[in-house]
């Protein structure tokens, strides 16, 4: 953070996608780099997936001669004329039959096979016959396969294991490829630290050089990776134009954007042409497109998601043209209907990545978090929709296209949840992997009231809820019959759970109540709106008369009660609700609040599917019981009781 | 080849294959070896592809502080409440603002970040800001994208380039990830030599470990291949135990049948159990299956079709279960129209290799060659149709459902001609796929006559055709005429050609004239019916009042001029008529006979369609006429001309 920012530019222009593609894709088809055909000799067996740079013509025939196709005797067809089963012929061995092994020569003179079913043997030099053959029976004719010449593999083609074998049957020994395209990968930020560092303030682990790197690799290009530099004009230069001259193209990450400290621009200015700079995305607006060397080079943001996609919009198709494998990189569409309304600027096309999964006839598309710094949302996706920039954003449950990464089974056989979160969800998700590996479950995290609105809308097959009932001190029962009125559900026990105060290791606030909140040097973080554990704190203020407003912090919503116990343990709050096993994984102190019931609700239909019953059985299961009650703080007695059954 | 054959065992029963599944994969889950989990544990970068083998739980958070989630300076939201555009608020740099990056922590005492857009700086000490900021405004939250201990990846879970991303940014270093099932391949077979040995008579190359190497390893899997073993039982026993206790499965190939030196059977019997020996499918029915130190061992045909197929019902299953990869191993259907009829034996589910390809808006699949030696009709299978055991085969035109390794799109963008051919197909299949890497052209080969009835059928887009009407002397028009009299269609030249006898170098036979045909020392290759060559060589035997009893070999019949010369070049025959190309291919002598014009028969609508321009543009080249005229015996100069319009 330097005093100085005079010299600060703020100029990107974000111009749409289709022109940014359009101006960058035909500079580098002018820049003559994807005419190149970079080849290398290797053995047939380190061929698989390569790509053939020549056509492969066959050398040898195969078979090379004519050969046996069945064991039996070599014969002339005109001697076996007579042969019947009731009248079987006899030929001697050696001079009028000859025994072959399939795959044998045919001895010279004979043409044909006689199969040993047909044959008796008499003694070592007789045997007799039961049926004629025609000339060339059970022969398999010189090139009968493949003739020398002829063509067995065109250029640009991918080669699969039958090809490897069909080569070498066709006496080849090495196959001419291309060569893998390299990416140079130059990560920058005077925060980054190798992966795997024990991180000090400030520090921020560089995976993007493992992301940017993985990317290029599953596209079929080989990735160098620079170590990480500081935001420095030279060293940065130095290193790309190095970069330039080794590898095929050329990725600098971060540093993209219009900062003080954004020198990518500058560097790609000095060593040959910045085409875009700016695209009107959303995330991965502030990309740089360019071309150095006659050789593609690319400034990617930094932030991981923009980095992701970018790259798949900018990098890859480079990728698939310089490998040749135009073929493999179409997308594959999946329609579904959005599960909620999703507003987007005007004058930008957003990906939005989202999960899948079928519920009763329909495939539901889940929005996941939107910030460009959420990796896990790419983890957690099943695609992405665009939403195009003439558009203000989707409708819930207008029907959408997804750019899809899964496939119709997958989706099919995707478990959606979608309610509170509970860490036994977790367990949950991993354990289902195991014991049905078919099957996938989704869990999305919107709060206890939130997952019965998606139950409503037929949008999930479960819902994980804890809502108190401040008229009954009941749980959950009075909100199903309010939000599922019509709807035939099983409410089925997950865990006890305690809720408490979390407050950093000691307790150095001295909080002990709720009653602490409204101390002025205490800053809370509280829950969503519609999450149980924000029911609970209301419904406990109310009991104890301490107004909302008294509470610093009241305002600040997370969505999962890690959030919360993340927000104390960074110190950016000193206390926040949430349960025994979220404090206990941050190694928190826990202050006892309530006792709460979590359940699931689940609509009989699907707790009648075939789909859910791998987790039933789960939940009903003694070993799962005790790795959650291992997680300290539930109660696990009634896990996979049903609670009430409304018709 | 020994002369005694007394220990030959015949016997080999065929169960219906789903029979033999259920026995196996059974006896395979008994072994315990699918519930073994070999881990390895690999630094990040090394891991994509790789199948967790344990949860991934964050060791860190990320972020790991409250950060800047924009440029611009930090700031306590309470002292920008009064900002506006008209009015700035002026703030002290260092006291009530510092400047920050995006991902800067920010610093104690200030809670969100004003950015850079509404920052007026006044000099290095004093700034004004624009607007005011809610609290945690611009900032990143401690956790927000991660927080430590959450899910980030299941087990069994194949690990992608953002996962690669998450892991990292969640501070891991290396992820326990499972070993790849090993598999011994032992190849047997006194024939066999290493592959690119130059070949002796009776020799033949080792494909089938390349093959089965590059299946194995494409399923996931590592593969061992051992040297080829001669039939030695002996060898054979020894190399497989050793196998069995290095490796997880071993596939010995070959000497699965009941032939005199098929010892596999024998080898997986002492060393532990045979639960199948003989499957009713086709090809491949000589399988054997077996378990031996609680290990799969399998006995697969020596065919390469045979052990292609096999290898893929019976040892993909397997690595798929090993590898957890259940999910990706989904066949897909394409459903599509059989061009011609298919008769099939009773009694054994055949595997019946096709090509596919849209013709109008039908897909149609064209049956390969089906015998089990033919590799090439591997290599150029677009998919198979199973065509059950209870069914005596299939009606042409009748809808199969097609199990692909393509896709629709690339279905969509294949070129289908069927018809006679020519070397020039070759090279057009080749440069298209340099000039239109999109474009396939899958090329049958069924005589001219067969293509014409393939364009009555609407099975193709065009037909390559040389057919001499004997009352007219012209080439193809009358054929059209006849055969496709309600079709618009364009008669477009390919090449003028000369047709000769082709005769080993020397021509030792003396052979000068068709006329030499009839001697009864030389034995003649001929075309099969309703090819071009065949009607030409019947129109001069007509002309020189030949019979064509008088000819030794007439009814031999092969379907390219290749293997006309590859059965010349073999000397299992003297001579047969044929292309100069073919002649030259495998280094033989020419006799020319005749010259005739080469043509390809265009329905209107596909000469017109976009799908073919390619195509006509790259018989209309200069260039690939030069590489046309370097085969040697053709004439260009029509090539691509209009000779006839249909309408």
Redesign the interface.
Known sequence: ??????S?H?YLSDIPLDQAQDIFFKAIKESGILNQCNEELLP??ET??RITSQ?IWAE???????SA?M?GVAVHSDTTVNATETNPLPLS?GCQA?????????PVGY?AVVM??NII?VN?ELIRITAPVA??QHV??????????????????EI???????C??A????LAVLTKPTVAVIVT?N?LVP??SK?K????????S??????V??WGGVCH?FDPLPDDYDRILTCAKLALNTYDAVIINAGS?A???DYTAMVIAELGEVLVHGVAIRPGHPVILGVANNKPIWGLP?Y?VSA?LTAELFVKPVIDSLT?R??TS?PSYITAHITQKVSSPMGEDEFLRVTLGKVGDRIVATPLQR?A????S??KADGYVKIPRYSEGLDSGSEINVISNT?A??IDNTIVCIGSHDLAL?LI??Y???VA??IAFSSAHVGSLGGLRALQRLEAHLAGCHLLDPDTGEYNISYIEHYLPNTRAKLVNLVGRVQGLMVPRGNPNNIHSLQDLTRTDVRFANRQRGSGTRVLLDYKLHQMRIPTSSIKGY??E?Y?H??V???V??G?VDTGLGILSAAT??NLDFIPVASERYDLVIPTDHYESELLQPLLTLISDKTFHESVNALGGYDVSGMGHIIADFN
């Open positions: 953070m330097s005093s100085s920012h005079s600060r703020y047939i067996s698989l997936g056509p040898e025939s195969s078979p090379a001669f004519d196709a064991d061995i000859m025994w072959v092994d399939t795959g044998d020569p045919i043409n040993i079913e043997q070592d000339p060339w398999r004719s010189l090139g009968e396969d493949i003739v020398a010449t002829e063509l067995i593999l065109p250029q640009n083609h699969t294991p039958v090809d490897q074998g069909a070498a049957a006496g080849l020994n090495k930020g925060e992966v795997g991180l303030l400030g520090e921020i682990i560089d995976s993007n493992i992301l940017l790197s993985g990317l690799t599953s990776i954007s900062g003080k400290e930094g991981p992701s040749r135009t073929q179409e910030g710094g959420i990796i896990m790419l983890v496939n089974t997958r977790d998700g991993n289902l992997k195991d590996p078919l305002s600040r997370e999962t890690l959030s116990a993340a927000a343990s960074g950016s994984a941050l």
